[in-house]
């Protein structure tokens, strides 16, 4: 039998009665509120708990009732670890105050560790007390602590006294000296290793990561124990911090043509990291383009250009009248004199190899490595200042970049109209040559490139001392003088500043020639020091550490005038002046090369034949001869 609206339940006394649902619903809601009063209840009594605890362990701490104090942090410790993953956020509380127990005993322990290891304090039986009794709590902390000061021993930064100090009391103590007493038995073994630990550590610290490796892996192999350990973990973090940016620096240098410095870093990063793709398909990228190399004994070819004719349309001009003419190599030219150099076996290289400069006080010199079969070259470019007074000569008015970011000339035509080209100039010629003939470059060597100060830089005027004299030029050649802000020279030291990290980057090295292209040869001390501080503030401050001056005219300073030594200290440690023939040597302190001028006028009224014929490189256009046709 079923009544609409309602349940049937036998009551106390057997009769049937109907429950309607809203009778349900109100003992639902009795049961419910039930339910909740008592979780709030016992809520608040673990609350209360809680918050009673940290106090009371803090007052047993006080006291000296270590056991109780440690037995009040298990029986939380154990509730938190006895609890269901489900429940964990019911336990927050718990953590917070087993941290703050934890926190005191650290707190308590590390100023008995600064007194021990600042004052040579000696244990209390309070202290060893504190220790024993607090197990785990004190334990752990102090035998990582002990660790710390075997690790700092091995580096360096605490001796051998107050280690056995601290060591000896500690193993004295029960639950501690499981931990101490093995690593006392190692610290002789721990000072043998310190040499050796110590320079791997000197190395990491210059970035050299592939020594430090090395001389860690020598170590795992000669010792056991703390320092096997130690150095194991070394090598670890040492391969994670080196692998990205060494591999970065080795396929950078593969980009730059550095192929040989390339093997070289890629070969010990394959011996450290031996199965890695990437490591090996690039030493095999590196190796293909190395050859073999030897000691070279020979002379060693310098040669210096000035700017290039881009237009040769003026220069050629009938009209054209100026001494100049004869001083500047048109692109042509140029490239055709790449061409014959390569094709005669000369490969370039840095002037700075033969010096190593690492001392201020004295040159060491160097063993010149090219590959075999190859004669070394040295090429200089000229006071690339652009001076103004160079313009409607066809030459290029400045640098600028490209938007590939190579360095490119930038010249104006007979008709006005602007032209930006990467081979105006020698710069990109001989960067684009390189990119094709690889081996014309030893190591991604290209050249050296001068400059003055007086006027611009690289076109631009960089600073309020240039002002005038770029004007007088703009003058002099016919066109209007133009108003440069303080905006205007940071902004062009900005253009100067990047172009420069680009050359440097790629293969390119700058010298001085003075700031105002004088004569080193006549002019005096005073004049030699303020020209140094103004090439130095306006000119070197765009760029990094500059080494060489290449002397205006040859006239060069002896290594052993005063005004030498001057340059000498302030950095200037080699030295160009002007020679026909391959020539250099070592002084007191600098290295000297002579530089032979190419140019159309020495290329007519010197013999350079051991390098080129120099008929095969002048314009015919030039020389008035007829120009043949390959069908004739």
């Known amino acids: 039998m079923s009544i609409s609206g309602g349940n049937i339940y036998k009551g106390l006394n057997g009769k049937e009665t109907p429950v309607t649902g809203h009778k349900i619903s109100a003992l639902l809601a009795v049961l419910l509120m039930g339910l909740l009063l008592s979780l709030i209840f016992i809520n608040n009594i673990n609350l209360k708990r809680e918050m009673t605890a940290f106090p009371e362990f803090q007052q047993a701490i006080e006291r000296g009732d270590y056991q109780e104090a440690l037995q009040m942090y298990r029986v939380i410790h154990d509730r938190v670890v006895a609890a269901d993953a489900s429940e964990s956020d019911k336990y927050e509380q718990d953590r917070e105050v087993m941290a703050q127990m934890e926190e005191l005993v650290d707190t308590k322990l590390e100023s008995i560790e600064y007194l021990m290891r600042t004052e040579r304090y000696e244990l209390s039986a309070e202290d060893i007390l504190f220790m024993n009794e607090m197990e785990e709590l004190t334990s752990s902390q102090i035998s990582g602590w002990l660790r710390d000061l075997c690790e700092e021993f091995l580096l360096g930064s605490i001796e051998k006294p107050d280690v056995i100090f601290i060591f000896d009391q500690m193993s004295g103590i029960g639950n501690i000296s499981a931990s101490a007493t093995p690593l006392l038995k190692e610290i002789e073994t721990i000072e043998m290793a310190r040499g050796d630990v110590q320079t791997a550590e000197s190395e990491y610290d210059q970035g050299n990561y592939i020594k430090a490796v090395q001389i860690y892996q020598e170590v795992t192999e000669n010792y056991e124990g703390f320092v096997y350990d130690f150095s194991v973990s070394r090598v670890t973090d040492i391969k994670d911090v080196m692998y990205e940016p060494m591999l970065e620096e080795g396929e950078h240098m593969l980009q730059r043509f550095m192929f040989y410095s390339a093997e070289t870093l890629l070969s010990d990063m394959a011996v450290i990291f031996p199965d890695d793709e990437r490591i090996n398909a690039d030493l095999i990228e590196a190796t293909s383009h190395t050859q073999p190399c030897e000691v070279y004994r020979g002379s060693v070819e310098v040669l210096c250009v000035r700017q290039l004719v881009a237009d040769t349309t003026r220069i050629y001009a009938d009209n054209y009248v100026g001494y100049d003419k004869g001083l500047y190599l ?23 190899t033969l010096a190593d400069l690492s001392s201020d006080t004295f040159i060491i010199e160097q063993d010149l490595v090219v590959p075999v079969g190859k004669k070394p070259l040295i090429l200089v470019i000229e006071n690339l200042d652009y001076s103004a007074y160079t ?53 991604g060597a290209k050249g050296v490139i001068s400059l003055c100060g007086y006027e611009s830089c690289f076109g631009y005027v960089v600073s309020e001392d240039e002002v005038d004299d770029r004007n007088t030029a703009l003058s002099a050649m016919g066109r209007p003088s133009v108003d440069f802000s303080d905006t205007d020279i940071e902004n062009n030291r900005a253009v100067v500043s990047e172009i420069m990290d680009v050359l440097e980057d790629t293969g390119w090295k700058i010298a001085s020639s003075t700031y105002g292209n004088i004569n080193a040869y006549d002019a005096d001390m005073d004049e030699i020091v303020s020209d140094t501080e103004k090439w130095m503030d306006q000119i070197g401050s765009l760029t990094d550490g500059v080494h060489m001056i290449v002397y205006p005219g040859g006239n060069y300073i002896y290594g052993t005038d005063p005004k030498a030594e001057y340059l000498k200290e302030n950095g200037f440690r080699i030295f160009f002046g002007i020679g026909s023939n391959p020539y250099y040597i070592y002084g007191n302190n600098y290295l000297y090369y002579d530089r032979a001028i190419i140019s159309p006028d020495s290329l007519v009224n010197l013999d350079y034949s051991r390098l080129f014929d120099a008929d095969d490189i002048l314009d015919p256009e030039r020389t008035g001869a007829p120009v043949v046709s390959e069908e004739s």
Request: aromatic share 12%; hydrophobic share 30%; charged share 30%.
């Open 391 to 443: 313009y409607n000569k066809g030459l290029c008015s400045r640098l600028v970049l490209n938007e590939q970011g190579q360095v490119c000339g930038e010249y104006e035509d007979v008709n006005g109209d602007t032209y930006i080209d990467r081979e105006a100039e020698a710069i990109g010629i001989l960067d684009a040559f390189v990119e094709e003939h690889n081996d014309f470059s030893y190591n």
């Open 330 to 352: 048109t692109t042509t030219e140029f490239s055709n004199m790449l061409q014959e150099l390569y094709e005669n076996d000369y490969v370039l290289v840095d002037a700075e």
